[in-house]
Every structure is written in structure tokens, then in C-alpha cells.
């Protein structure tokens, strides 16, 4: 998700499509092809006898063609349709309550919790920011998530929003702002207190621990990649290893089959370059293993 947020321009994430496929509410009507059956050329074919064998298979395909066109009515039917409509029958399990929400199934989703129009009101907030500090805007943001819980089952989506948000306004132009690596250390009584002064305050405090770590981070992959690049003396124009550098900074963990994929090596010559680098195993097995700077 965040590399989907990252890919796209800075204001996509908060635009209608954005949050749409965010949400993965993106869908678009299905075409289906109307098929006419063509008249038999050969007459000789309906004269033909049929064993039990075949028989019995056709009636089995029969069956589940008959399956397979239930399956498309009910998907392309609204859920709040009459009973009529979408073709309950006697045998099929009527629904809890009458009123379906338009987000899914009653015994998953709260029929009223309206997630339209919770994130209509956040929006709201989100517009009234803007003529904030982004940094204040992003407090704001993230507190006006936690105290209106727009999405039932997606509540971690909004700290990503409010990192786009940041994107979106030229605070963050390269990266999304991780908040979620800095509200773990803040303890739970602040993040839910009553007062809202004391949860902008466990906000404001969560990005600058989350800012110093990710500086410590970057510190230390600046030291690895110093480390590495002492290995490329006298080495070859064409050496992978420059490459290999790049790749292992880029990833979290790397394979051999990345490593091959990417550099376009073979699994031994990846092995190689690995082993060349000195990285850590961190799997601990003795196949499908990976490696990363630790």
C-alpha cells in the first residue's frame, strides 16, 4: 500500500480515485458478451447415441454452468435488492437484518456505520488544514482519524493518508513519513487521552522519535555502503558488485533469485557476490534463505 501511495503523483492518495482504490472500492461495471448458441451444421451429431459416461458429464456441466450463472446474478446484483430480485430461493440463508450495508455483508460490517460519509467529514477537516503548517495540518489530520474511525477494517490506512498529505504539501517531497514507528513508544494513555492538547502533543512527540530513528537508519546504511564500496578497489568496469551494492541498500532482504533477477547473474555468481559483501543471513534455513545489512 505504501508503495502504491509512493508511485503515484502526491495528490492521488487523498483525491475520489485515490481513496476509492485505497479502500478497494474501485470497481468498474462488467461487460458480459451475449453468446448465441449457432444451429448444429451436421444432423448425424443429434442422432448419435451417448453413453452413461457422457451422460452423466454433460449433466454435471450442465449443474455447474447453472452454478456459475447463479454466481454472476448475485455478484452483479445490489445487495439491498428485493429478495426477487437477487433470486434467493428456499434452500438459500435469508439475511440477519433487512438492511444490507452497501459496504458488505451485515455479519462483517456494521450496517451503520456510514463509511462514505465518515470520510466525508474527514475530508472536511482535511480542508480546513490546509491553510495550517503541514506538520500541524498532519496532527490534526491524524487526530480528527482516531476520534472519527472512518474505515471499519482498514484504521491503518489513515497514518498513511496523513504521510501523503505531508507529500502532497512539499514537507516530504522523497519518502512517506513512517508515524507508526514512532506512536508504538508513545504510550497508549496519551495517544487515547481525553484532552486534546495532551493527543496533538503524543503526536508531534511520535514524529520526532520516528525522525530520529529513520536519521539513525540512514546513518547507518550511509556506514554499510562505505564499508561495501572499500570492496570495489581494483575491481573491473563490468563487476557486478557496484550493482550489488545498490541492490543490497535498496531492499530489506534480498535472495539469490533477487539477486540473479536484478543483475542478471547466475544463482552461483549471485551466492558469490553475496558472499563477497559479507551480509547476514537472517533466516537461519538452509534453503529459501535471505540476506540484509544488519
Known amino acids: 500500500m505504501r508503495r502504491q ?19 478497494g472500492r474501485w470497481f468498474t461495471d462488467p461487460v458480459t458478451p451475449e453468446v448465441i448458441a449457432e444451429p448444429v451444421s451436421n444432423p448425424e451429431f443429434l442422432n448419435e447415441s451417448k453413453t452413461d459416461a457422457e451422460s452423466a458429464f454433460e449433466d454435471e456441466l450442465a449443474r455447474f454452468d447453472a452454478l456459475l450463472d447463479r454466481t454472476s446474478h448475485r455478484l452483479l446484483t445490489p445487495a439491498n435488492a428485493p429478495a426477487s430480485v437477487r433470486g434467493e430461493g ?34 472536511v ?32 490506512l489513515g497514518p498513511m493518508l496523513v504521510s501523503a498529505m505531508l507529500r502532497e504539501r512539499g514537507k516530504t517531497r522523497s519518502h512517506l513519513a513512517a508515524f507508526n514507528s514512532g506512536l508504538r513508544n508513545v504510550p497508549r494513555d496519551r495517544r487515547r487521552a481525553r484532552d486534546r492538547a495532551t493527543r496533538l502533543a503524543a503526536f508531534l512527540g511520535a514524529v520526532e522519535a ?24 581494483d575491481r ?33 555468481g549471485a551466492l558469490n557476490l553475496i558472499g563477497e559483501l559479507g551480509l547476514r543471513e537472517m533466516t537461519g534455513r538452509g534453503r529459501y534463505r535471505a540476506w540484509g545489512i544488519i
Open 125 to 156: 477537516v482535511h480542508d480546513m488544514t490546509r491553510d495550517l503548517p503541514p506538520l500541524l495540518a498532519a496532527a490534526l489530520l491524524w487526530d480528527a482519524w482516531e476520534d472519527i474511525e472512518p474505515l471499519q477494517h482498514q484504521h491503518w
Open 236 to 268: 573491473r568496469s563490468t563487476s557486478s558488485l557496484p550493482g550489488m551494492i545498490d541492490l543490497a541498500l535498496s531492499r530489506p532482504m534480498i535472495s539469490a533469485g533477487l539477486v540473479a533477477k536484478e543483475l542478471k547473474v547466475s544463482q552461483r
Open 210 to 233: 520516528a525522525s530520529i530513528a529513520n536519521l539513525k537508519e540512514i546513518e547507518r546504511l550511509g556506514l554499510a555502503r562505505i564499508q561495501m564500496e572499500r570492496k570495489l578497489k
Open 5 to 23: 501511495i509512493a508511485s503515484n503523483p502526491p495528490a492521488w492518495a487523498l483525491s475520489a480515485k485515490g481513496l476509492a482504490s485505497l479502500r
Open 90 to 123: 428456499r434452500l438459500e440463508r435469508k439475511s440477519v437484518s433487512s438492511e444490507v450495508s452497501s459496504d458488505g455483508d451485515p455479519l462483517v460490517y456494521d450496517p451503520d456505520w456510514d463509511e462514505d460519509e465518515r470520510i466525508g467529514r474527514w475530508l
